[in-house]
Every structure is written in structure tokens, then in C-alpha cells.
T-cell receptor, first 117, second 113 residues
Framework: DTGVSQDPRHKITKRGQNVTFRCDPI?????LYWYRQTLGQGPEFLTYFQNEAQLEKSRLLSDRFSAERPKGSFSTLEIQRTEQGDSAMYLC???????????????FGPGTRLTVT | AQSVTQPDIHITVSEGASLELRCNYSYGATPYLFWYVQSPGQGLQLLLKYFSGDTLVQGIKGFEAEFKRSQSSFNLRKPSVHWSDAAEYFCAVGASAGTALIFGKGTTLSVSS
């Protein structure tokens, strides 16, 4: 059973450029989460999906951020017009369903480190 | 609103010594509590979790944690630390299944020989 994978692992971009990250969850995990982690901080929630439906978005997710999960499998997170403050580790996690509903456990990928110069 | 406090930013422990990392949470109902570990360049690995029942929970790599409702705490312990335990440790709380986790700022553990 492979874990959550994220691509790319590192991204360096210039301010004002658009970037897109991909997350492949664990097979058959129907919930997928995006978090952002800055230096010296714990992960902060951005958004999550159940299958292809985006169920919740944090106020941290400005208009420049958009996330999709078109077929309920992999997800993409796009940041438009990047700013230096967007420099962070972007973490993806997935979670299975159990008999009575969603699981509490979230399994994290290795993250994509974004540096905006 | 939920919140998690990890009072210790950085702890250094001698190899073979015992370890306790503190975590305090703020949440009105029964929380769902987690400890994750993050090694440099790696994602977060789940060490253990508490949902209900026995307040002393066992996890992977020899870690355990005790839920104390009266103190709103969920401290992580290990009786004998190994050099490979050096990493960053995060406590997290969830309000309900399938929703976002709220993380503390983390405690960095260094292990001295």
C-alpha cells in the first residue's frame, strides 16, 4: 500500500507566477486535505474534499488559491500571482471511510516546499 | 474555538533518558487527540491517537500518551529515547471525524549522546 504522494517536492518560482501542486492520496481514501506549514509553525488547514466535493475552505485560502479534485482521486492546488508570503510547505493528507462514516485518522504526504523569490 | 498549545519549543534529552512532551488543548466537548512526528524533509507520521476509552494510549516506536480531561492535557511519553527519535513533534486536535485538524506549533526534540 503506497502512501500519499505529492509532486513536485520542491518548487522555486518568481513572484507573480502561477504554480500548481499535485497530490495523489492513498487508494480508496475518499477524503483529501490540504494544509500549509510555515517555518516554526504547525500545519494550518486550507481545504478538504470528500470525493470530488470541496466541503470546507479556510479563510487562509485567499482568492488566489484554488483546489480541485475532479474525479475524486488526485487533487491539485493552484496558487495564482504568487507572493513571497506564499513560501511554505504545502502538505496533503488523505483519510479513509470506515463503516459508520469518515475516519479520524489522516495520513500525510511528504509535502511540496514552495519558495517564492 | 479549538486550540492546541505545546509549551516547549525545544527540548534536549540524553540518549536512554525518559521523555515527556507537553500538550494542552482547548475544546468544549470530548476532543479527538493525536500526536504526529515529522523528521526533516518528511511528512507527518501518526504516532498515536485518542478517541475514547482508556486514557493511556500506546503508539508506535514505543511512545505512549495520557489523556487527562481535568488538566486538558495529552502529554507524550517515552521511557528511553533513542538518537533516531530526534525530530519535531506535533500535537493535534480534531472536532469530529473527517474534519480539519488543529495543530500546535510543535516541539523540536534533540537527543544528545
Amino acid at each position: 500500500d503506497t502512501g500519499v504522494s505529492q509532486d513536485p517536492r520542491h518548487k522555486i518560482t518568481k513572484r507573480g507566477q502561477n504554480v500548481t501542486f499535485r497530490c495523489d492520496p492513498i487508494s480508496e481514501h475518499n477524503r483529501l486535505y490540504w494544509y500549509r506549514q510555515t517555518l516554526g509553525q504547525g500545519p494550518e488547514f486550507l481545504t478538504y474534499f470528500q470525493n470530488e466535493a470541496q466541503l470546507e475552505k479556510s479563510r487562509l485560502l485567499s482568492d488566489r488559491f484554488s483546489a480541485e479534485r475532479p474525479k475524486g482521486s488526485f487533487s491539485t492546488l493552484e496558487i495564482q500571482r504568487t507572493e513571497q508570503g506564499d513560501s511554505a510547505m504545502y502538505l496533503c493528507a488523505s483519510s479513509p471511510s470506515v463503516r459508520d462514516g469518515p475516519s479520524y485518522e489522516q495520513y500525510f504526504g511528504p509535502g511540496t516546499r514552495l519558495t517564492v523569490t | 474555538a479549538q486550540s492546541v498549545t505545546q509549551p516547549d519549543i525545544h527540548i534536549t534529552v540524553s540518549e536512554g533518558a525518559s521523555l515527556e512532551l507537553r500538550c494542552n488543548y482547548s475544546y468544549g466537548a470530548t476532543p479527538y487527540l493525536f500526536w504526529y512526528v515529522q523528521s526533516p524533509g518528511q511528512g507527518l507520521q501518526l504516532l498515536l491517537k485518542y478517541f475514547s476509552g482508556d486514557t493511556l494510549v500506546q503508539g508506535i516506536k514505543g511512545f505512549e500518551a495520557e489523556f487527562k480531561r481535568s488538566q486538558s492535557s495529552f502529554n507524550l511519553r517515552k521511557p528511553s529515547v533513542h538518537w533516531s527519535d530526534a525530530a519535531e513533534y506535533f500535537c493535534a486536535v480534531g472536532a469530529s471525524a473527517g474534519t480539519a485538524l488543529i495543530f500546535g506549533k510543535g516541539t523540536t526534540l534533540s537527543v544528545s549522546s
